[in-house]
């Protein structure tokens, strides 16, 4: 049995989703969480449904907003006090960010954004996709331990089961240390939606879309179905989409249980950061379009026709 | 100000990637190999900053094999003043890498003011050299950079995060920028400065030189293959207007019962 932890990013005091996916998948090792900051008491008890032990809430000096140098410092002092074999997080923004600096401190490996994993007995074996998902390897790792690993949301699904555990919650004290990159200010988005990499629904558009305005029934089909709205490469360069919006090999690579692509032809480089979805639609006015190979329900038509009626078509089906 | 940036030697994007035959790496022979699309906002960041701030050079850094050195006479054709290769196999880890810039760094005798890079390599997609060599030389790290202001040794930095937000960091140099694309647009070599970039210093160092091993290794990839297929999907033709709304329901009906998706 390894001795894991799994970092629990929070947003608002609540435990972003990955985390759940990847105590489902640690299951009958013996298995703590760590935060920073507060986690309220519902997500203190999907923690425990799925399988903490502990519940270590680190706090204190520089930690009430994100630094990678104080997350990853305050984190190092927690896990040397404890000793852990493996210690995973979600690949989401802040993540991947401070994963790779918190090996640092160790000179021990970290694998990025797999995709799945499992354990041999103690060891460790993932999947992880390469050149933006065209091909998978099987990633281990050596060396020193702890083994550190960051997980791409959404791509193990949430846990089939339940697996009990005490969840015993602390408060821990921790330190950011020396902070030499301080946030001063928090722009938000435009989006308030979820993040791409983290949507469970997509719909996203291509050059067919003409113009930005026209982004506008994307955003209306997205509303009925909670979706978020993303990009292809043309349509971004064309100036239709920010870059943040842009999905494929030199943007996000996404895996939600359901892709709209709609006015999208399907060029390799998109097709690699979208080709792990669960369930594709593709709508298009070209039949040979190579979207269409990787669409589970392909629609042969025009977007700004077939938009419309499938948000009305949705907006009837969930009696919005 | 001694201005480092970092490169990587990547396959083209519209690559179409082949596992070799005993699944150890990729087929290589057919790849054409460019400069990674966004160290190219690396070096361009590089220059504006060496364009703001008199005497400073750029140094523009890879480790790589010596198939071809494409990536650094891209950049010093851009405009960067010198070259550093370390010479390795393409499959060193994130590790290996960092501590390879690092020995890189240190062997050009020259203390960093700033360390560019870009945001990710697009064909390991690892995302963690330029935080794990801020790391290894005690520096700041800020990734996924789309806004860069300098004021002497203080930086503004502007990284983007989920939905498009924006963090704003104060800096401290030096530090270590990677950079994604929007940060700038990044120039193109022109004739003079690529027949310039012929004639300037490309140091060629081994990894024995930077004190790197295969002991350095931390993550071992292996059984490279290509993702599964997925069985062809239905296809549904909607061109005349009249089908469409049949079509449309039909499809809604097919998400919700067979592919139990909304």
Redesign the interface.
């Given at each position: 049995m390894a001795k894991i932890l799994v970092f629990a990013e929070t947003h608002d005091q609540k435990v972003k989703p990955v985390t759940y996916e990847i105590l489902g998948k640690v299951k009958g090792h013996n298995v703590d969480v760590a935060s920073i900051g507060d986690i309220d008491s519902e997500s203190q008890a999907s923690l425990a449904k799925y399988g903490a032990a502990n519940i270590h809430k680190l706090k204190g000096a520089g930690l009430e907003q994100?630094s990678?140098?104080g997350y990853?410092h305050a984190l190092k002092g927690f896990i040397e006090a404890q000793g852990y074999d493996y210690v995973f997080s979600g690949a989401?923004?802040?993540g991947?960010?401070?994963f790779?600096?918190l090996?640092?401190?160790f000179?021990?490996?970290?694998?990025?954004?797999v995709t799945n994993f499992q354990f041999d007995g103690d060891n460790f074996a993932g999947t992880?996709?390469?050149?933006?998902?065209?091909?998978?390897?099987?990633?281990?790792?050596?060396?020193p331990k702890p083994y550190f690993i960051t997980v791409r949301p959404n791509a193990l699904g949430m846990p089939e089961s339940e697996s009990p555990a005490a969840g015993n919650a602390t408060d821990d004290n921790a330190t950011a240390g020396d902070?030499?990159?301080?946030?001063?200010?928090?722009?938000?988005?435009?989006?308030?939606?979820?993040?791409l990499?983290?949507a469970n629904?997509i719909v996203s558009g291509g050059r067919a879309m003409k113009n930005a305005e026209n982004f506008a029934i994307l955003n209306e089909l997205a509303d009925v179905?909670g979706a978020t709205v993303g990009a292809s490469r043309a349509a971004v360069d064309s100036g239709y989409a920010?870059?943040?919006?842009q999905v494929g090999?030199?943007g996000k690579?996404v895996s939600p249980?359901?892709y709209i692509a709609c006015g999208i032809s399907g060029a390799?480089?998109h097709l690699a950061g979208m080709?792990?979805s669960?369930?594709?639609?593709a709508i298009n006015?070209d039949?040979d379009a190579p979207i269409?190979?990787?669409?589970?329900?392909?629609?042969?038509?025009?977007l700004f026709?077939?938009v419309p009626?499938?948000t009305q078509?949705?907006k009837n089906?969930?009696g919005k | 100000m001694n201005i480092f940036v970092c490169v990587k030697q990547v396959p083209d994007t519209e690559t179409k990637v082949q596992p070799n035959s005993d699944g150890s790496f990729i087929e290589t022979n057919a790849i054409k190999w460019i400069m990674n699309p966004y160290d190219e906002f690396a070096v361009e960041q590089a220059l504006l900053v060496k364009a703001a701030n008199s005497d400073s050079t750029v140094t523009v850094l890879r480790v790589g094999s010596v198939k071809d050195t494409e990536a650094l006479r891209t950049a010093m054709a851009m405009g960067a003043d010198e070259a550093i290769l370390v010479e390795a196999e393409d499959n060193l880890d994130s590790y290996m890498t960092a501590k390879a810039l690092k020995g890189a760094i240190e062997k050009s005798g020259k203390t960093p003011d700033l360390i560019l890079s870009g945001k990710q390599a697009i064909d390991s997609d690892a995302l963690q050299v330029p935080q794990l060599l801020a790391q290894m030389l005690g520096l700041p790290s800020v990734s996924v950079v789309v806004g860069f202001e300098q004021n002497g040794d203080k930086l503004q930095i502007k990284r983007e995060v989920e939905g498009g937000s924006l963090e704003v960091y104060e800096v401290t140099s030096p530090a270590v920028i990677a950079c994604n694309k929007g940060i700038n647009t990044p120039r193109y070599a022109s004739l003079p400065g690529i027949m310039k970039a012929k004639k300037k210093p490309l140091t060629q160092l081994s990894l024995g030189d930077v004190s790197v091993s295969e002991e350095d290794r931390r993550v071992k990839y292996s059984d490279y293959k290509l993702p599964p297929e997925k069985p062809a999907g239905k296809k549904f033709e909607a061109m005349d207007e009249a089908q469409a709304p049949g079509v449309v329901k039909e499809v809604v009906g097919l998400l919700r019962n067979e592919a139990k998706v909304i």
């Amino acid at each position: 049995m390894a001795k894991i932890l799994v970092f629990a990013e929070t947003h608002d005091q609540k435990v972003k989703p990955v985390t759940y996916e990847i105590l489902g998948k640690v299951k009958g090792h013996n298995v703590d969480v760590a935060s920073i900051g507060d986690i309220d008491s519902e997500s203190q008890a999907s923690l425990a449904k799925y399988g903490a032990a502990n519940i270590h809430k680190l706090k204190g000096a520089g930690l009430e907003q994100y630094s990678p140098e104080g997350y990853a410092h305050a984190l190092k002092g927690f896990i040397e006090a404890q000793g852990y074999d493996y210690v995973f997080s979600g690949a989401t923004a802040s993540g991947k960010d401070f994963f790779p600096r918190l090996a640092g401190h160790f000179n021990a490996g970290c694998a990025s954004d797999v995709t799945n994993f499992q354990f041999d007995g103690d060891n460790f074996a993932g999947t992880k996709p390469l050149f933006a998902g065209k091909c998978l390897a099987k990633v281990e790792l050596t060396g020193p331990k702890p083994y550190f690993i960051t997980v791409r949301p959404n791509a193990l699904g949430m846990p089939e089961s339940e697996s009990p555990a005490a969840g015993n919650a602390t408060d821990d004290n921790a330190t950011a240390g020396d902070l030499k990159a301080i946030i001063k200010e928090v722009i938000k988005g435009a989006s308030e939606k979820v993040d791409l990499t983290e949507a469970n629904i997509i719909v996203s558009g291509g050059r067919a879309m003409k113009n930005a305005e026209n982004f506008a029934i994307l955003n209306e089909l997205a509303d009925v179905i909670g979706a978020t709205v993303g990009a292809s490469r043309a349509a971004v360069d064309s100036g239709y989409a920010p870059h943040s919006m842009q999905v494929g090999q030199t943007g996000k690579t996404v895996s939600p249980s359901l892709y709209i692509a709609c006015g999208i032809s399907g060029a390799i480089q998109h097709l690699a950061g979208m080709r792990t979805s669960k369930v594709i639609v593709a709508i298009n006015t070209d039949p040979d379009a190579p979207i269409f190979s990787k669409a589970d329900y392909g629609i042969v038509g025009d977007l700004f026709k077939i938009v419309p009626l499938l948000t009305q078509e949705f907006k009837n089906l969930l009696g919005k | 100000m001694n201005i480092f940036v970092c490169v990587k030697q990547v396959p083209d994007t519209e690559t179409k990637v082949q596992p070799n035959s005993d699944g150890s790496f990729i087929e290589t022979n057919a790849i054409k190999w460019i400069m990674n699309p966004y160290d190219e906002f690396a070096v361009e960041q590089a220059l504006l900053v060496k364009a703001a701030n008199s005497d400073s050079t750029v140094t523009v850094l890879r480790v790589g094999s010596v198939k071809d050195t494409e990536a650094l006479r891209t950049a010093m054709a851009m405009g960067a003043d010198e070259a550093i290769l370390v010479e390795a196999e393409d499959n060193l880890d994130s590790y290996m890498t960092a501590k390879a810039l690092k020995g890189a760094i240190e062997k050009s005798g020259k203390t960093p003011d700033l360390i560019l890079s870009g945001k990710q390599a697009i064909d390991s997609d690892a995302l963690q050299v330029p935080q794990l060599l801020a790391q290894m030389l005690g520096l700041p790290s800020v990734s996924v950079v789309v806004g860069f202001e300098q004021n002497g040794d203080k930086l503004q930095i502007k990284r983007e995060v989920e939905g498009g937000s924006l963090e704003v960091y104060e800096v401290t140099s030096p530090a270590v920028i990677a950079c994604n694309k929007g940060i700038n647009t990044p120039r193109y070599a022109s004739l003079p400065g690529i027949m310039k970039a012929k004639k300037k210093p490309l140091t060629q160092l081994s990894l024995g030189d930077v004190s790197v091993s295969e002991e350095d290794r931390r993550v071992k990839y292996s059984d490279y293959k290509l993702p599964p297929e997925k069985p062809a999907g239905k296809k549904f033709e909607a061109m005349d207007e009249a089908q469409a709304p049949g079509v449309v329901k039909e499809v809604v009906g097919l998400l919700r019962n067979e592919a139990k998706v909304i």
